[in-house]
């Protein structure tokens, strides 16, 4: 049976920016692959209502899902109102009881914006309640007891919101794949425009590729890369193990000491 890889940030594209690469090589090493934006991104536009800008989006991000050959799973709250409360958290974990995934590629505790931050935590606590039997969610789902290994990708910038630097524990040479990734993340159409008018991009995808370069400065060794964090495996499996590093070990180089 393939490897269950279910990827959950926050808002469309935040999975192109920082796990597509990784994703590409988990496919070409047999997995089944999940897509899952918490918020619509109902906010990302400085022209287009709420309404529409959430309908606009999640077409851009299901079709970045069909490019990487990933099952699309609905969001479930919009911009601003990503809250670590119980609503939230019983909406995702009924998703990963319905996934039952093997590895979850998650967002950064740390970054630079509260709602990617609060997007780790709810699926964290979700991923935590998928084995507990009279957890409710909504939908009512069956708990599942099957084993899951938690992964954080690196922060926007690669930095946290005081500008210190994230190290990983490994990075994934992405080289092969960077080329992918940018056709992936060029779905998104509508954010081009917005990042670049809020947030003073000059290029949305040179900048994905920007931070993808700067990872793998920080290697080395890489071209491109995208970093990854374990999460201790307490509550979630039971007992240390690290799927993502036997599956993709022909790309990884270690950046800190156990």
């Known amino acids: 049976m393939a490897t269950k890889v279910f990827a959950i940030h926050c808002h469309p594209d935040d999975i192109e ?25 109902y906010l990302g536009s400085t022209e287009m209502p709420p309404e529409k800008t959430a309908e606009v989006r999640k077409k851009e991000a299901q079709n970045a899902a069909a490019f990487l050959g990933a099952a699309f799973h609905e969001s479930v709250a919009h ?13 995702v974990a ?25 997007a780790c935590r709810i699926a964290v606590t979700a991923a935590f309640g998928r084995c507990i039997p009279f957890m409710e969610t909504i939908p009512p789902t069956k708990a599942t007891m099957k084993d899951v290994v938690l992964y954080h990708c690196m ?9 210190n630097t994230i190290v990983p524990d490994f990075a994934v040479d992405i080289t092969s794949v960077i080329e992918k990734k940018a056709e992936m993340l060029a779905f ?15 290029s949305y995808l040179d900048s994905m590729k920007e931070i993808c370069a700067n990872m793998g400065k920080m290697t080395g060794e890489f071209q491109y890369a995208e970093g990854w964090r374990r999460h201790l495996h307490l509550g979630y499996s039971s007992r240390e193990i690290d799927p993502l590093r036997d599956l993709l070990k022909d790309y990884i180089k270690d950046m800190r000491p156990e």
């Open 17 to 41: 920016f920082n796990m597509a690469g990784t994703m590409f090589l988990l496919k070409d090493a047999g997995c089944e692959l999940h897509y899952m934006n918490i918020s619509s991104g």
């Open 79 to 91: 911009d601003l109102e990503i809250f670590y409360n119980a609503e939230n958290i019983k909406k």
């Open 94 to 118: 009924a998703v990963i009881r319905q996934v039952e995934p093997d590895i979850l590629l998650l967002a950064s505790p740390q970054d630079y914006m509260e709602d990617h931050m609060m």
């Open 155 to 163: 922060p926007h910038g690669l930095r946290d919101m005081l500008r």
């Open 188 to 202: 998104h159409e509508s954010q081009k425009k917005w990042l670049d008018e809020t947030q003073g991009f000059d």
